[in-house]
């Protein structure tokens, strides 16, 4: 017995003296420099979340969703928090890049300006001037908004520039609106100007699709099945601690970068990213969960004005997949 004993307090103590075993290194590239929508990473990685998953998480920002895009599907990153749509454009031309899960449900898109001009509806937009960006998501989109509203181009003017011509243009009074994300442009023109902005928001009228999601190279989730489902694993969790504590996952952003913003507007526009979480079909499932139905429209919308090509009807289940998500309570 005292041999049995003293044999198993021997391997007990082997079993201690061995090294942990090291966490996966992965790199998330988010679609852009960091702003509030993207608290809940920052937040899972400090409180956590990703350790106890075994993930050593490396978040980088992006300079757009294209790039980040191209970054994973060249596997110089391992995930890309991207705009699904634009992820789509990519991989319909041969990027092999799939969303593992699908983060904003409803559509961010807006036309916004200073709540003082007192343009709250479609209507209001008569007369005024739009500073749009060419070429960009919303700016695709822009032409189905018009056509839900009753609204015409001749209806009002637009300037166009890229993304800081836009945002100066409405802070210089240049322009009255811009297109612009509710949580994104809305919070760095306050940064500025102190100012409220009030967005006519596209979802309102009836334009239906997705937008930001997790995407990841096709052969990287083959080769790494029970990593991905880690990596979506943690992230849903990171999602639902943050939205219990907006603006404690806005500080986490601060945290690790102190030049990410104003603790205030980061807070707010978190706050407002929360709702484009899940639509009337999701509101009881958690994060990440999108339904057939929603992509499917997303892809008919974006071949008939995002310049998707018409062959992505034939398959959207080509471009995402709920099958790493974790099942409810795990």
């Given at each position: ?39 809940p990473f920052y937040y899972g ?161 009836g334009i239906n699709m997705v ?107 080509a471009f995402y997949t709920n ?8």
């Open positions: 017995m005292k041999r049995w004993i003293g044999a198993i307090s021997a391997a007990l103590m082997m079993f201690a003296a061995m090294p942990a075993q090291a966490a996966d290194k992965v790199v998330l590239m988010l679609n852009w420099y960091v702003y509030g929508e993207h608290a990685k400090a409180k956590g979340i990703y350790a106890a998953e075994g993930i050593d998480l490396e978040i980088q920002e992006g300079r757009g969703s294209a790039a980040t895009t191209q970054a994973v599907a060249a596997k110089t990153a391992d995930f890309g928090y991207v705009d699904v749509p634009t992820m789509m454009r990519a991989a319909i031309k041969g990027a092999p890049v799939v969303a593992t899960g699908v983060l904003l449900q409803t559509s961010p898109m807006s036309a916004m300006g200073f709540v003082d001009k007192n343009i709250r509806k479609p209507e209001d937009i008569k007369g005024k001037t739009v500073a749009i960006t060419p070429a960009d998501s919303m700016t695709q989109i822009w032409p189905l908004f018009l056509k839900k509203t009753g609204l015409k181009e001749s209806d009002f003017q637009t300037v166009a520039g890229d993304g800081q011509t836009k945002l100066n243009a409405v802070i210089n009074g240049q322009a009255d609106l811009l297109l612009g994300y509710v949580m994104d442009q809305s919070m760095k023109i306050k940064d500025a100007t102190g100012k409220d902005v009030y967005p006519i928001k596209f979802a309102d009228y937008s930001s999601g997790i995407i990841a190279n096709t052969d990287y989730v083959k080769a790494n099945a029970d990593l991905v489902r880690r990596f979506m694993s943690a992230t849903t969790k990171a999602v639902e601690a943050a939205e219990k504590e907006p603006k404690a996952a806005a500080q986490s952003i601060l945290d690790a970068n102190p030049k990410g913003g104003k603790i205030d507007t980061l807070t707010q526009g978190f706050e407002l990213t929360i709702p484009l979480y899940r639509t009337a079909e999701t509101k009881s499932k958690r994060p990440f969960q999108v339904t057939d139905q929603n992509m499917t429209d997303s892809v008919n919308l974006m071949v008939e004005y995002g310049g998707l090509d018409a062959k992505a009807k034939d398959n959207p289940k099958d790493y998500l974790p099942k409810s309570g795990s």
